[in-house]
């Protein structure tokens, strides 16, 4: 449904006029440094197919919302291209391009933030399928009401601001503005962090039942592997703007095969090892101003050898269907 192929992503404070001369100065002098750009996303390939739901981990910072934005059309990538069904989104016709951004929809981490408080609730949900012709003036009302159910809300709140639900009922709404416009993706971005334990259980169980109740293809970003390993088909786990590893849910949880995927394994909680000590991941995780070389994690591995300073490894297949980037590999 979605391919990304060499997608990346760079942010760099925009010159004036009067910093580029600048900069043009002390080139001349050799005195120039390079302007500072952050390298959220980069070279990610990844392909998720209708129906399943892949989900995407890391260490906050790591680029996996940067990712979920591409993929969501919010932000154009600065480099490689993202697929709609096998072809390139950025050249579609302006029709179909505007067809296929209403097919993927986000729903985003913060549901205090993510919601207008000027708009009521009917407002919220009922404005992009208005202002998108998806529905008539008469039947809107009726829509609107349809959402609400199928997110699991009562229709009478529907004239209530944001300000008057609770944290899991204000997600809700999210989700049913998402859903208004008919998707058939959903890019999940940290969609259950903010909300208490109990709440999260609810609106995990939600996603599952519109799953197979609408046919929905989801990106599941979540720093939780607990919550991960519930609901993904495939995980991808990324690191510091890079994909590492990529394979089934079940196989990345039994065979796991990149260092920082198994130092991320080793961190979580588990009844049967209670009584362990708890390791975290040595060091920290690198600026993404000033990137390590080789590979990126090699200053926290405790596997590093002189390649991966030198080299950033290649994301490959060490089993069908299970790909990973590390230089361990090819030495094993």
């Not at 993706?185 to 334990?197: G, P, Y």
């Not at 609408?214 to 991808?236: A, K, N, P």
């Not at 949880?253 to 995927?261: A, E, S, V």
Request: one cysteine or more; glycine letters at 8%; a positive charge.
């Amino acid at each position: 449904m979605i391919a990304l192929e060499g997608v990346s992503k760079r942010f760099g404070k925009k010159q004036d006029a009067a910093a580029r001369a600048a900069l043009a100065l002390r080139r001349l002098i050799g005195e120039a440094t390079p302007p500072s750009v952050v390298r959220a996303v980069d070279k990610v390939d990844l392909t998720i197919r209708r129906g399943e739901v892949v989900g995407l981990v890391g260490e906050s910072g790591c680029g996996k919302s940067t990712l979920g934005r591409m993929v969501a059309g919010i932000m154009p990538p600065s480099d490689g291209r993202v697929l709609w069904r096998g072809r390139d989104r950025a050249g579609l016709p302006q029709a179909e391009a505007r067809a296929a951004k209403l097919k993927v929809q986000m729903i985003f981490q913060d549901p205090y933030a993510s919601l207008n408080p000027r708009l009521r609730a009917e407002e919220i949900v009922g404005e992009a399928p208005r202002v998108h012709g998806l529905v008539g003036g008469r039947e809107l009302s009726a829509y609107i009401d349809a959402q609400f159910r199928r997110a699991g809300l009562d229709p009478s709140f529907r004239r209530r601001y944001p300000h008057q639900f609770s944290g899991g009922q204000r997600q809700r709404i999210g989700i049913a503005r998402a859903l208004a416009v008919q998707p058939e993706f959903l890019v999940c971005d940290e969609a259950v962090a903010a909300l208490d334990v109990s709440i999260q259980a609810q609106i995990l169980n939600l996603f599952m039942a519109l799953r197979r109740e609408l046919d929905l293809t989801y990106l599941f970003i979540s720093h939780d592997l607990g919550v991960v390993e519930h609901l993904s088909d495939r995980v991808v786990i990324m690191y510091l703007g890079r994909v590492v590893e990529e394979a089934a849910t079940e196989e990345i949880f039994l065979r796991p095969n990149h260092p920082y995927t198994q130092a991320l394994l080793a961190e979580v909680p588990r009844i049967e090892a209670r009584k362990r000590e708890f390791t975290a991941i040595s060091g920290e995780i690198p600026s993404p101003l000033n990137p390590p070389p080789g590979c990126h994690f090699h200053p926290r591995c405790p596997h590093a050898m002189p390649v991966c300073r030198e080299r950033a490894p290649a994301l490959a297949e060490v089993a069908p269907g299970h790909r990973s980037a590390c230089h361990l590999n090819a030495v094993g």
